[in-house]
Protein backbone atom coordinates (compact mmCIF):
# COMPACT_ATOMS: atom_id res chain seq x y z
CA UNK A 1 0.00 0.00 0.00
CA UNK A 2 1.42 3.30 -1.02
CA UNK A 3 1.20 6.03 1.62
CA UNK A 4 1.06 8.81 -0.73
CA UNK A 5 -2.16 7.21 -2.27
CA UNK A 6 -4.07 7.27 1.42
CA UNK A 7 -5.64 10.66 1.29
CA UNK A 8 -7.05 9.74 -2.27
CA UNK A 9 -8.41 5.49 -0.77
CA UNK A 10 -9.85 7.83 2.36
CA UNK A 11 -11.63 10.43 0.74
CA UNK A 12 -9.53 13.74 1.69
CA UNK A 13 -8.47 16.49 -0.40
CA UNK A 14 -4.99 16.74 -2.60
CA UNK A 15 -3.26 19.56 -4.51
CA UNK A 16 -3.02 18.83 -8.06
CA UNK A 17 0.74 20.52 -8.60
CA UNK A 18 2.51 20.36 -12.14
CA UNK A 19 0.81 20.50 -15.65
CA UNK A 20 -1.65 18.45 -16.24
CA UNK A 21 -1.96 17.31 -12.34
CA UNK A 22 -5.65 16.34 -10.83
CA UNK A 23 -6.58 17.64 -7.44
CA UNK A 24 -9.68 17.62 -5.29
CA UNK A 25 -10.44 20.48 -2.65
CA UNK A 26 -13.22 21.49 -0.66
CA UNK A 27 -15.31 24.47 -1.42
CA UNK A 28 -16.54 25.93 1.82
CA UNK A 29 -19.54 24.58 2.87
CA UNK A 30 -20.83 24.27 -1.12
CA UNK A 31 -19.30 20.50 -1.13
CA UNK A 32 -16.52 19.83 -3.28
CA UNK A 33 -14.43 20.19 -6.43
CA UNK A 34 -12.02 18.36 -8.92
CA UNK A 35 -9.65 19.64 -10.81
CA UNK A 36 -7.09 19.98 -13.77
CA UNK A 37 -4.15 22.11 -13.43
CA UNK A 38 -3.49 23.48 -16.69
CA UNK A 39 -1.62 21.34 -19.61
CA UNK A 40 0.62 23.64 -21.18
CA UNK A 41 3.99 23.40 -20.13
CA UNK A 42 4.72 26.74 -21.65
CA UNK A 43 1.97 28.29 -19.37
CA UNK A 44 2.82 26.66 -16.33
CA UNK A 45 7.03 27.56 -16.10
CA UNK A 46 5.17 31.16 -17.63
CA UNK A 47 3.31 31.29 -14.40
CA UNK A 48 6.49 30.92 -12.09
CA UNK A 49 8.49 33.45 -13.61
CA UNK A 50 6.22 36.08 -13.71
CA UNK A 51 4.38 37.00 -10.55
CA UNK A 52 1.82 38.98 -12.87
CA UNK A 53 0.76 35.48 -14.31
CA UNK A 54 -2.62 33.60 -13.28
CA UNK A 55 -3.05 30.02 -13.40
CA UNK A 56 -6.13 29.01 -15.42
CA UNK A 57 -7.10 25.00 -14.44
CA UNK A 58 -7.95 23.21 -17.70
CA UNK A 59 -11.21 22.56 -15.89
CA UNK A 60 -12.95 22.45 -12.94
CA UNK A 61 -16.09 20.38 -11.97
CA UNK A 62 -18.17 20.68 -8.70
CA UNK A 63 -19.34 17.29 -7.25
CA UNK A 64 -22.83 16.90 -6.28
CA UNK A 65 -23.43 15.14 -2.94
CA UNK A 66 -24.81 12.02 -4.63
CA UNK A 67 -21.51 12.30 -6.84
CA UNK A 68 -18.84 12.91 -3.43
CA UNK A 69 -21.04 9.76 -1.69
CA UNK A 70 -20.89 7.34 -4.57
CA UNK A 71 -16.84 8.35 -5.50
CA UNK A 72 -16.22 7.49 -1.68
CA UNK A 73 -18.77 3.87 -1.73
CA UNK A 74 -16.20 3.17 -4.92
CA UNK A 75 -12.87 4.24 -3.23
CA UNK A 76 -13.74 2.69 0.61
CA UNK A 77 -14.34 -1.34 -0.74
CA UNK A 78 -11.32 -0.82 -2.37
CA UNK A 79 -9.39 -1.49 0.75
CA UNK A 80 -8.99 -4.42 3.63
CA UNK A 81 -9.88 -2.11 6.23
CA UNK A 82 -12.94 -2.43 8.76
CA UNK A 83 -15.23 0.32 7.92
CA UNK A 84 -18.50 1.42 10.14
CA UNK A 85 -21.31 0.32 9.72
CA UNK A 86 -22.86 3.26 8.26
CA UNK A 87 -19.58 5.78 7.51
CA UNK A 88 -19.77 9.56 8.04
CA UNK A 89 -19.88 10.48 4.37
CA UNK A 90 -23.68 8.36 4.10
CA UNK A 91 -26.32 11.54 3.53
CA UNK A 92 -29.16 11.07 4.65
CA UNK A 93 -30.95 11.10 1.89
CA UNK A 94 -28.95 7.99 1.02
CA UNK A 95 -29.32 6.07 3.96
CA UNK A 96 -31.92 3.38 2.88
CA UNK A 97 -29.61 2.57 -0.12
CA UNK A 98 -26.65 2.22 1.66
CA UNK A 99 -28.26 -0.34 4.05
CA UNK A 100 -29.73 -2.42 1.20
CA UNK A 101 -26.54 -2.71 -0.49
CA UNK A 102 -24.57 -3.78 2.54
CA UNK A 103 -27.49 -6.39 3.27
CA UNK A 104 -26.96 -7.62 -0.54
CA UNK A 105 -23.17 -8.09 -0.35
CA UNK A 106 -23.04 -9.64 2.76
CA UNK A 107 -25.41 -11.92 1.24
CA UNK A 108 -23.25 -12.77 -1.40
CA UNK A 109 -20.05 -13.26 0.58
CA UNK A 110 -18.30 -9.05 -0.83
CA UNK A 111 -18.66 -7.83 2.78
CA UNK A 112 -18.13 -9.40 6.04
CA UNK A 113 -18.42 -8.14 9.67
CA UNK A 114 -15.69 -7.07 11.80
CA UNK A 115 -17.61 -6.55 14.47
CA UNK A 116 -21.18 -5.17 15.72
CA UNK A 117 -20.33 -1.76 14.43
CA UNK A 118 -18.06 -2.42 11.58
CA UNK A 119 -18.03 -4.63 8.33
CA UNK A 120 -14.80 -4.93 5.38
CA UNK A 121 -14.61 -6.39 2.28
CA UNK A 122 -13.73 -10.12 1.68
CA UNK A 123 -11.42 -11.19 -0.73
CA UNK A 124 -13.94 -11.82 -2.92
CA UNK A 125 -15.75 -8.10 -2.57
CA UNK A 126 -12.05 -7.40 -3.27
CA UNK A 127 -11.61 -8.84 -6.63
CA UNK A 128 -15.38 -7.02 -7.48
CA UNK A 129 -14.87 -3.78 -5.76
CA UNK A 130 -16.35 -1.81 -8.74
CA UNK A 131 -19.61 -4.00 -8.35
CA UNK A 132 -19.38 -3.84 -4.67
CA UNK A 133 -18.89 -0.04 -4.46
CA UNK A 134 -21.92 0.81 -6.96
CA UNK A 135 -24.12 -1.77 -4.96
CA UNK A 136 -24.01 -0.10 -1.69
CA UNK A 137 -24.27 3.11 -3.76
CA UNK A 138 -26.87 2.14 -5.91
CA UNK A 139 -30.09 4.66 -5.84
CA UNK A 140 -33.68 3.55 -5.67
Known sequence: RSLHNQGYWHGLP??????????????????????????????????WQDENVTLRNEWTELLSSDTRFEERALTLVRLSDAFPMVPDFVPATRLG?????????????????????????????LRFADSLGLLLSENG
Open 14 to 47: YLGIGPGAHGLRRRGDNGWERYQSVVSIKEWLDY
Open 97 to 125: DWERGVEKALERGWLERHSDQSIRSTSVG
